[in-house]
């Protein structure tokens, strides 16, 4: 396949992954490869929004320093020097910031790679039974337990690809991330597309038996009550609310990329200025949730935003709701929380996703 060709088919594959089914804001990536060079997204663009001139072209020998360098002990100083390697490893032409997971995108052998955060595969990630029941589902797939995005996880991964190939034969067409989603590889698009088939009947022959709804109950349509969105919108000092239905929220962190649309905690009972004060005093910034008896809202600058933490608090919703079929949800813990709060990364692809189209 010419690289064209190559650019049209990964464009293509990007839209039908990009889907609600899959992924929410600007969360998700997804690459093809030669011998020299890989494409990959752009960190926070929407797979939905991808043309074949917006993928990064990578310098794969230049990208394989990374595999070998020793990275500072400081968290903050290790990531920066990540970050500009890859902006380094960039051929002439691309510009833009290549998604923080393309060192691990070149690891994998397979010429296309789709990593998607389904809420169905999430359901089974961020569950306390996640790697004993992914065993038993899908025994051929590389379960990686939650290890902090970017750097850390290539590198981990490759050690894990490396001891999988050396017990298989060959790499692994599935990879499950705790807490993360999934990565799915294939020489082909419809290698691809026929394991994501496998992989979601599978998910939902399993809810179905164990009589779990495959989506959220239907919820009664927002009140229209436009004072108590004003009051809101003054309270938190925002630009937009979104939502107002009556749900049960996830009650913690439940990936990254909830975090990043709609921070880690919702802000719990009846709004006030006392209460708002109360929680960013506790964690550090404004909540972007609101889950009060009148209902669930999320805010932010404008829109777009709040739609984006909205959409975030569906996925969240729905993921607790399947993760009881596999012994309840799994929340990440404070340090592994803390790493997303912390990581420039993150807040450069929360930017960039608002912006774009």
């Known amino acids: ?9 990964l464009t293509s594959l990007s839209h039908e992954f990009g889907k609600t089914d899959y992924v929410f804001g600007g969360g998700g990536n997804t690459s093809a490869k030669n011998a020299d060079t890989l494409w990959i997204k752009p960190s926070g663009t929407s797979l939905a929004d991808m043309t074949p001139e917006r993928f990064v072209a990578i310098d794969r020998e230049k990208l394989s320093a990374l595999y070998t360098f020793t990275p500072p002990t400081n968290t903050a100083e290790r990531e920066s020097v990540v970050k500009d390697m890859m902006m380094a490893s960039r ?3 691309s510009e833009a910031r290549p998604s923080v997971e393309t060192p691990l995108h070149d690891l994998i052998e397979a010429v296309f790679v789709i990593h998607t955060h389904p809420s169905l595969v999430n359901g089974l990630t961020c569950s306390q039974d996640a ?29 894990r690809l490396d001891a999988y190939k050396r017990q298989h034969g060959k790499q692994p067409t599935i990879i499950l991330l705790q807490n993360h989603g999934i990565f799915i590889a294939g020489d082909t698009p419809e290698a691809v597309r026929s394991t994501y088939r496998q992989v979601m009947g599978t998910l939902k022959d399993e809810y179905q038996a164990a009589g ?46 909830h975090m990043v649309y709609a921070k880690a905690f919702p802000y719990s009972g009846d709004w006030s ?38 959409d975030a ?8 709701q399947l993760a ?12 592994a929380r803390q790493f997303i709060e912390n990581w420039e990364v993150e807040s450069y692809r929360e930017k960039q996703s608002q912006q774009s189209a």
Not at 139 to 159: M, N, Q
Not at 225 to 244: F, H, I, N
Not at 273 to 293: E, H
């Open 91 to 93: 051929r002439p032409g």
């Open 212 to 257: 779990i709804a495959c989506a959220l109950p239907d919820m009664p349509p927002p009140s229209p009550g436009s004072a108590k969105v004003e009051q809101l919108k003054q309270l938190m000092e925002v630009g937009a609310v979104a939502g107002g239905s009556l749900l049960t929220v996830a009650e913690g962190p439940l990936t990254p990329d």
């Open 131 to 159: 790697k004993a029941t992914a065993a038993r589902l899908f025994p051929e797939a590389l379960w990686v337990p939650y290890i902090d995005p970017g750097f850390t996880l290539s590198i981990d991964v490759r050690d």
């Open 273 to 310: 200025a006392a209460g708002v004060a109360a929680y960013r005093k506790q964690y550090g910034y404004a909540p972007r949730i609101i889950n009060s008896p009148a209902g669930v809202y999320t805010v932010g600058k404008d829109a777009k935003a709040a739609g984006l933490a909205w």
């Open 324 to 335: 009881a079929a596999f012994g309840g949800v799994r929340y990440l813990d404070d340090r």
């Open 313 to 320: 608090v569906l996925d969240g919703a729905l993921i607790r």
């Open 1 to 9: 396949m010419d690289t064209p060709a190559l650019l049209n088919t």
